[in-house]
Nanobody
């Protein structure tokens, strides 16, 4: 069965960095695009970044461009989100996502940016 397991969240001060990881299993990882979404309290879930199956193309929400980087290691079945220059507005639960006929989501990892 498809499983997406996020890790790497936590509490960080404004201006700090975190790297999120999403370990995938149960499908042929290298064939599928992967995405990161986030959901802040009281807000809708929003797309943060997406990467194609080969990693050759990426796209980002305007709010994170220049600060976040999505990458993947197809040998390790893992997708990453490097987050730099974090702001309090980045506080949210971050989810890993892929579409394989239907939507698959991870359980989410909490990122809190606060002094």
């Amino acid at each position: 069965q498809v499983q997406l397991v996020e890790s790497g969240g936590g509490l960080v001060q404004p201006g700090g960095s975190l790297r999120l990881s999403c370990a995938a299993s149960g499908f042929t990882f290298r064939y599928y695009a992967m995405s990161w979404y986030r959901q802040a309290p009281g807000k809708e879930r929003e797309l943060v970044a997406v990467i194609t199956s080969t990693g050759g193309s990426t796209n980002y929400a305007d709010s994170v461009k220049g600060r976040f980087t999505i990458s993947r290691d197809n040998a390790k079945n893992t997708v990453y989100l490097q987050m730099n220059s974090l702001k309090p507005g980045d506080t949210a639960v971050y989810y890993c996502y892929t579409l394989i006929g239907i939507d698959f989501w991870g359980q989410g990892t909490q990122v809190t940016v606060s002094s």
